[in-house]
């Protein structure tokens, strides 16, 4: 994947600042689409997102297999990627988390995750919840495990950006692997606001064209962000002298 | 601006004071009035807080002009700035942020934030809540984009320190730079304390004599706080050996 | 000990791990079935879990007894282990903790901590709570200190893997060391999620058939976790150069 | 003060450890009974707790005269310590903070903080609040600036450890330098498990034979703790390499 270079460096970087901002722990993964080839996308192999490094990336095709993957254990939901890639062309990049604040709302569909604050556009008039149960049962380990639970999650995700899984924690996704990135960290932070929010009493929401305006601004604003958040994560992950 | 060098080494650490005191983020921004023209004021240029240099300071007129811009990005917001400082004579700096505890109480107006502490005097009997709607309709993306709008905000902080922003955050002011820090640092902190003291029951406020005598007393030891901030800033963002 | 330097080694990790994750502070323990003789334990003298070394680690018999202990203090509560290695053959390993979101919920018997995403799979339909009060009266401080409270603890657990201890902490077991301190952490993380979610609204929980399908997955799964754990606990904790 | 030496390197350890456990930041303070003077002990001058040295420790008499003082800044609340340790001979150490979970405790009278579990025994039955107002009206700055205040303060403490200041803090008293940090520290904890556990529904307390039992017994854990926080203190708090 000579190609690929500048690409698998900036996966690496997502990866940590994925932990280091909170979004992942040992577990959830983020995929971006091959930026020469549609029909292909790079992901790590099964590994803690803090610990990946570029030899751990592996090519897929959309169906899940890996072109590349030389024996290497392969993250079981890797189908969430697959299926949304086929699904939305316009999506760049896939980032499946257990998003702390965001599993609580997975769990209480009264309370739909939706945009409080204009970091929060993503979220517009409130996010989708993949019901497992819908397509698979009520007796699941909930994890999307194959092309039909990706299909159905990624038809649960529709044209949005956001998709909660219940129980579970959720699936973001954006046109660029930094965007998509950016909307995990902000989904997570948004998910405490609005927490903190219902709480203090009733909240006045972004209206639809506020929350689109907002989307629309914080797009030209990511790099600012991403630079930040790649110093901070060098400086925490870094072997130490 | 030779002039201007110790307060522009002040502006540098008061950004990284704010970054790593969790006031501001990637976003976020603090300005200081020029040490010798009332009429001009140093605003980084479009930056993460954490990240500023003193080569990143510019100077800008109180139309949010930017004096030695040299084409670089400047913050979309810096007119939040320019019109505090036209409007408030007594004000020396200005901090804009999307303080996490405080956004919640910006869409709530139910809940004024005001003053539960000795250290939020500042906080009075409730900050007022800027409500853009008002000024520019339901379908902005909440930026104070423009002197217009600045001016707005100016009218709502009124002769106050603290004003909320509806679904954005907060711009908190005061007569140094110090000051504005400090009571930008205590804002977020007491907006913790009383959510936390809202679920517990009904709260005994300071009264609004105690909430100035206590402002009044804190002016006096912000020295106490910047020594202390000023050295976790620098052990934490310093890059390691 | 010369045949246990490996399980040693882990267990002195296992210490450190369960600090850095936030299940202990200066009090807790964790201990490991001897791996050649069943009717004994390793665990350490009576250290805060983030100071432990390899010196530290004492062999027990199970009546609490040291076999090794050198005039070392012992942790008054080393019952805890004794009495679930003599009820339990299936378990491996025991990690006693005040783990903070946890205690809450040791002290509301009207909430039982449960399943309410994949990765608690282990908390099933709810936890038990031993009430040290129906055993020993309403007069003791609390811990675990000879082998019929042990045992009655472990009466408390019965076959399950975590029981509440009221206004005390948590004992969580596995089949190996790994999977005891997994469940520890994730019980942990799992009693925030929870708290949190019941502020929402009504939860739909995990059925008992996700609950048991998930943790069948997770045990699987643990090796990734303790990579990141491990390496993040010696970043943390060892002396900086 | 060559007498004091071993005393004076603890008590920069306790102002170094209640800021790294979080109980002060760049207030708040700690003071020790002289080892060898019953009416004299031993508090830094204003400074940062996290920032004290052995040379800003100050010797002061029980009217809060410092005996040797050289001009420094002293504390203004320093009749906090001189009226208690006048007021209560039992008493070896005292620490005054704006604990930040204790804060909400303070001015919510309805809801007293009290033993939720064995590491919070010290709360016993419920902690006094001491309402400034009540003796000096409703005007102050909250500070207990004079002996007049502080011998307020010390009636309202009475034979407790533990007394709440109304819209301010705490102050924590121990036999030990060491016990009144592990109590403080242990305040502080305690205060965020009943208000989480008070969230979850009602609470079953320790009794208060308990609560004493428990707080024997903690009393001969404190070194273990402490060993833990310094080391932890240190690390953090020293100038990197």
Redesign the interface.
Known sequence: MPEATGVIGELVEANHILFDQGVV???GHVSVRHPHAEDRFLLAR???P??ATADDIVEFDLDGNAIDGHGRTLY?ERFIHSEIYRARPDVGAVVHS?S??V?????????PLRA????G?VLGEGCPIFEIRSVAG??????IRNAALGAALARSLGAESVVLM????CTVVGSTLRQAVFNAVYTE?SA??Q?????????????P??AA??L??NAA?ID??W???R??AR?RL????
Not at 138 to 143: G, K, N, Q, V, W
Not at 166 to 169: D, F
């Open positions: 722990d040992g577990f099964s590994v803690a803090a610990m079981l257990h702390p604040a599993v609580p709302f997975s769990v209480v569909s009264a309370r409080v604050w204009h970091l556009g009520a007796a699941t380990d909930l994890l219940r129980g579970h924690g932070i405490v606001l927490s903190e929010a219902m709480r203090l009493g009733t909240i006045t929401y972004l209206t064209e506020e305006a907002a629309a601004c604003q600012r962000s630079e930040l958040w110093t901070r400086r870094q072997p130490q002298a």
